[in-house]
């Protein structure tokens, strides 16, 4: 096969092994919390779980496959065309998995509408050709791309949690909360997005924080 | 004066009611990076509104043309090449709207390094990076659907990105001004950075929502003839 041969040889795969890369992609290094990638989705398709959690799996679909794909042809990129090749191959897994949505889940296609096609400038799938697909070979960057997308997992499925059951009383449209507690609207509409993410931010660092004060304390 | 409703109409959608950053979302990674000074923010914003313009009417051009099914040019290359009927080029259209986006970049990129060599360097990496916001791919995906739906044409199209970006420019000023002051607040230490920007933006988001109903309100004051609709368009909006 024409990809094998450019294969380079195995020295070229030093750097993280696969479980780091895998582990750091969910909490340490957590695309959106850690990071701040791919907010656009992260705020916009988080009203209620069954959309976020659609927008996940095609958003994981499209990573791990340009992921690979990166990896396999990273012999033969070139420095300053590097970024449109990424482009090219996410846009046009993206318009596999857009066909795939429409095609099998119509309506949740019309309900994340343009959200799907914007999968292509998600910042989280060119960080990560970038950071490892460009870099290391295609067992790594599987286990990279699977790693980081359980964390964008992680992020979405929190932020719509916590907006579906205070926005809705529901959770994946089971009902959870009780008739008499009231619902807070605003939590499914826009305002409702940034102050939920914003609050998730602040829990996250406040987290870490404690995390790095209790080491420190260990090893003092 | 019916175009000029239409247009109106969208006009004011684009900028105020559904504005891009506080209603769909896109275009955040600007509006929480550069929004630290109010000059950098106008700049970015004027940026962010060429280019989306440029790419619109590109866009709208490529729709019109080439991508949609039954477009005159890829139907007369499909003829030429001996098929039948008309061509269907729209499964190609996201590649294609990325090529004209990272091209329209490039342009903007050369000609404010060449006349605003201040400016250019106070972007620094958030010029290229204009390729990703989303942004400007919504606007252009927002235009093909219209384009392909047989709503809009060529004044339409282009007045949707032009306020869009209005909008945007809008919003992130007023972020940089906000943002500006706080600056001198006292924040608790693990709300520091992104996340008090977060909150910041819900306040503002609070505020543009209170845009919605003026949409409605707007087409009945421009089109007398909506306001008592005929019996029949009543009926449907009943059944909806």
């Given at each position: 096969m024409a990809v094998a041969e450019v294969e380079l040889p195995a020295a070229v795969d030093e750097g993280p092994t696969a479980a780091e890369r895998f582990l750091a992609g969910i909490l340490?290094?957590?695309?959106?919390?850690?990071?701040?990638?791919?907010m656009c989705p992260t705020l916009a398709?988080?009203?209620?779980m069954k959309p976020a959690l659609t927008m996940v799996a095609a958003t994981a679909f499209v990573l791990i496959s340009a992921n690979v794909l990166v990896s396999l042809i990273r012999g033969l990129l070139k420095p300053h065309l590097r970024i449109l090749v990424f482009t090219l191959t996410i846009a046009t897994f993206v318009t596999i998995a857009d066909r795939l949505l429409a095609a099998f889940l119509y309506p949740m296609s019309v309900a994340l509408g343009p959200y799907v096609p914007l999968i292509i400038v998600n910042c989280i799938i060119i960080a990560r050709c970038e950071v490892c697909g460009s870099k290391q070979g295609p067992g790594r960057a599987f286990a990279d791309a699977v790693g980081n997308s359980l964390g964008f997992l992680l992020a979405l499925g929190s932020v719509a949690t916590v907006r579906e059951i205070l926005g809705m009383g529901t959770w994946f449209g089971l009902?959870?909360?009780?008739?008499m507690i009231p619902r807070w609207v605003v939590m499914v509409m826009p305002p409702g997005a940034f102050l939920a993410l914003g609050l998730l931010l602040g829990l996250a660092n406040w987290l870490e924080a404690r995390r790095a004060r209790r080491a420190l304390r260990v090893e003092g | 004066m019916e175009l000029f409703a239409d247009l109106l109409l969208i006009a004011v959608g684009a900028a105020l009611?559904?504005?891009?950053?506080?209603?769909?979302?896109?275009?955040i990674c600007p509006f929480l990076g550069v929004s630290r000074k109010i000059d950098t923010a106008l700049g970015m914003g004027l940026a962010v509104t060429f280019v989306i313009t440029v790419a619109g009417f590109l866009s709208w051009t490529l729709t019109e043309f080439v991508l949609r099914p039954g477009a005159p040019l890829a139907s007369a290359v499909w003829r030429m090449l001996g098929g039948e009927g008309g061509a269907d080029l729209s499964v190609l259209s996201y590649i294609a709207y990325i090529f004209v986006i990272a091209a329209s970049v490039q342009f903007v990129e050369m000609y404010v390094k060449k006349f605003f060599p201040p400016l250019y360097k106070s972007f620094g990496v958030f010029l290229p990076l204009i390729t990703t916001n989303c942004a400007i791919l919504f606007a252009c995906l927002l235009i093909m659907k219209e384009v392909v739906g047989g709503n809009w044409g060529l004044a339409e199209s282009l007045t949707l990105p032009i306020f869009g970006g209005l909008g945007f420019t809008l919003a992130i000023v007023l972020m940089a001004g906000i943002r500006v002051e706080l600056d001198l607040a006292d924040v608790p230490k693990p709300l520091r950075g992104a996340p008090i920007a977060m909150l910041t933006a819900a306040i503002l988001a609070l505020a543009f929502?209170?845009?919605?109903?003026?949409g409605a309100s707007l087409k009945q004051a421009l089109t007398?003839?909506?306001?008592?609709?005929?019996a029949a368009v009543a009926a449907v909006e009943v059944q909806r």
């Open positions: 340490p290094e957590n695309p959106v919390f850690r990071q701040l990638l791919g398709v988080t009203a209620a009902p959870v909360l009780p008739e | 009611i559904n504005n891009f950053v506080l209603s769909y979302f896109v275009g929502l209170g845009f919605t109903g003026m007398p003839a909506a306001a008592e609709p005929p």
